[in-house]
């Protein structure tokens, strides 16, 4: 019975993100022809150099880039929630993702460009950029660990989240209020977040590392689930509880900021995801729920990379769609939470 | 025949907390020993240090001084996963696991045993379906632990205990917040575990009179922070129920085996 509603979930999520990778293929600012896209994938081009380049080195990288952003945001807001016993938590609420936008907003400043230089295709420089998006995301979660050992209070650390955030962001507008205003300009626009940042040649590492991340979290399904009862019981069946802790929140950490260096910092994907895999398994048990996440992350962000591409006047801002998907749902959790099994 | 049963021994335990440098002590000396299809009670005031000692136990803080052995082997010195095998634990802490039935979380309780994925095989699921048969919540294996009443709850919790397999089950106040029948059915079912399944079970609880009449031994902290132990109804004989209150108009009646104001 469970594992029919298990099946058909990974059935209908995968069938979904299918659809909504093949539609982010044909869907764009320039129509190609269908035809014609079947040609380039084959390989044999559609004898006009713009739609390959358009196809192969936007719509491809794109449909990538989001279906792991996605997944990535989706699995650390698991992870945040199991790891915090808080359903609330999520990488952008507790500050991490603006952490990561700390780290990196300091890199491009150290190194005497603006943040436009992320989009560049030095590999150095963005390698340090992840570098200072991993130092920033790590600094937010020691922060969240310390708090969360004096604080027991799950609303407490939402709000030290929230308050966390808004200092990054502050730090980052003082840097700016510095840097060049082409650099403002350009730290504007990360913060509006979008798929487009990952170039072909960025992706192997882009890729490499998030699904890495991923298999590490899969990986934790047994600890994770001796983690829904506490970290009293959790120690109880044999699981070192500080240790798996620090394993997740380095996981969930790699995770934001590899995402935000190159996406920018997204919102709601990462609150919100997790509790659509729950309520269509109608479950919190990891086996099901880390697959259940990863494929539910990536077609909503696969989703808003749609929806954001495919306006003629010009590209949405992918955090402007995210909240339109995210508060309904999040409204929608907090006041039926009576019936919804988790909470109880 | 008491050392043969013997299972856990603490020699000059002490318990207490840290307060950054400070150390607080709260019971000290302690030469406690649980033994094979037993059920101990543990009771005192609030505040007294049950929680304390119970956490020093299982291992969830270290103790101020002292040794713990379970089948003569250090508690504190040993892996944790050989700890898992040995303890088996249910406290009243809030969990997460509404969205699971009652069957997984029964079956959380075989992690001790399973592998790096937790996987469970044949074997495993007939201890989870044995140990939901022995607490009684067998018909309700498939509904999410969400549905369940609080006595129903405590239930699964104790089945996932039991199907974790260890001699020893500690209980931190299971019976805390049942209504009258639950608790009864409750402290039955943890006698039965220890006259039955030969397990060593110790409990902590407001409920003297229910501990008096189905503990096998009472560990008694009493008001001059010293832990009391024996039989219950040799402890209202020697008139050491009467030091477990500060008030001196709460009696206990040898006869009865309950108290009188």
């Known amino acids: 019975m469970t594992y029919r509603r298990f099946a058909v979930t990974i059935a209908t999520l995968t069938l979904l993100l299918v659809l909504l990778a093949l539609a982010c293929l ?47 945001l989706s699995v650390s807001g698991l992870l945040l929630q199991t ?31 603006s943040l436009g230089g992320l989009l560049g295709e030095n590999m150095g420089s963005y390698m340090a950029i992840l570098v200072g998006a991993l130092l920033g995301a790590g600094m937010v979660l020691v922060v969240l660990i310390a708090f969360s050992a004096i604080v027991r209070s799950n609303t407490m650390l939402l709000i030290i989240g929230i308050l966390v955030s808004y200092l990054t962001s502050s730090v980052v507008q003082l840097l700016n209020s510095v840097a060049s205003e082409e650099g403002v300009h350009n730290y504007v626009a990360w913060g509006f977040g979008n798929f487009s940042g990952v170039s072909v040649a960025q992706m192997p590492v882009y890729a490499g590392i998030i699904i ?57 994907i990462g609150l919100v995801v997790p509790h659509i895999a729950r309520m269509s398994l109608g479950t919190s048990n990891h086996v099901r729920l880390v697959p259940a996440t990863i494929l539910a992350g990536a077609d909503i962000a696969l989703l808003c990379a749609l929806v954001s591409v495919n306006n003629p006047h010009g590209i949405i801002p ?27 | 025949m008491k050392e043969n049963n013997a299972i856990l021994t603490t020699h000059d335990l002490a318990v207490g907390y840290r307060n950054g440098k400070q150390q607080v002590t709260l019971l000290s000396g302690l030469d406690l020993v649980m033994e094979k299809g037993k059920l101990v009670a543990l009771l005192g005031q609030n505040g007294a240090g ?5 956490r020093a136990l299982t291992c969830d803080e270290r103790p101020l001084n002292g040794t713990i052995e379970v089948n003569g082997k250090d508690l504190l010195t040993m892996s944790q996963k050989d700890r898992s095998r040995l303890i088996g634990l249910v406290s009243t802490e809030r969990i997460q696991a509404g969205a699971l039935t009652v069957r997984e979380l029964v079956g959380l309780g075989r992690q001790p045993h399973t592998g790096f994925l937790g996987r469970l095989d044949d074997e495993d699921r007939a201890i989870i379906q044995q140990a939901m048969t022995d607490s009684g919540i067998i018909s309700k294996a498939d509904e999410y632990m969400a549905s369940l009443s609080d006595g129903e709850r405590q239930k699964a919790m104790i089945a996932r205990a039991l199907a974790q397999q260890t001699p020893i089950i500690i209980l931190d106040e299971p019976t805390a917040f049942l209504d009258v029948a639950s608790r009864i059915e409750t402290m039955r079912l943890l006698q039965t575990l220890a ?19 189905l503990a096998d031994e009472l560990w008694l902290i009493t008001t001059g922070r010293q832990v009391l132990t024996g039989n219950p109804s040799k402890l209202v004989a020697d008139g050491a129920m009467d030091r477990l209150f500060e008030n001196r108009s709460i009696h206990f009646n040898d006869k009865i085996l309950d108290y009188s104001f």
């Open chain 1, 212 to 268: 890495l991340a991923l298999i590490g979290s899969a990986l934790m399904v047994k600890p994770l689930n001796a983690l829904l009862l506490g970290a009293r019981y959790a120690s109880n069946l044999g699981i070192n509880v500080s240790r798996t802790r620090n394993f997740l929140l380095i996981i969930t950490g790699v995770l934001t900021a590899v995402v935000t260096a190159f996406c920018g910092p997204i919102g709601f």
């Open chain 2, 50 to 54: 049950k929680s304390t000692l119970l």
């Open chain 2, 195 to 213: 006259h039955e399944r030969g397990k060593a079970v110790l409990l902590s609880s407001h409920d003297i009179s229910q501990s008096l009449m």
């Open chain 1, 318 to 344: 992918i955090n402007a769609i995210t909240p339109v998907i995210g508060v309904p749902i999040i409204l929608y959790i907090i006041l039926n939470r009576r019936r919804i099994q988790y909470f109880n």
């Open chain 1, 83 to 113: 790891t915090f016993n808080n359903p609330l938590a999520g990488p952008s609420i507790l500050g991490v993702s603006s952490g990561a936008g700390l780290g990196v907003a300091i890199v491009i400043l150290a190194l005497g460009g």
């Open chain 1, 26 to 72: 044909m869907f764009g600012s320039v129509d190609i022809p269908a035809g014609k896209i079947v040609d380039i994938l084959s390989g044999k081009g559609s004898g006009n150099t713009a739609w390959d380049i358009i196809i192969l080195q936007s719509r491809i990288p794109m449909i990538a880039t989001a279906a792991l952003a996605g997944a990535a």
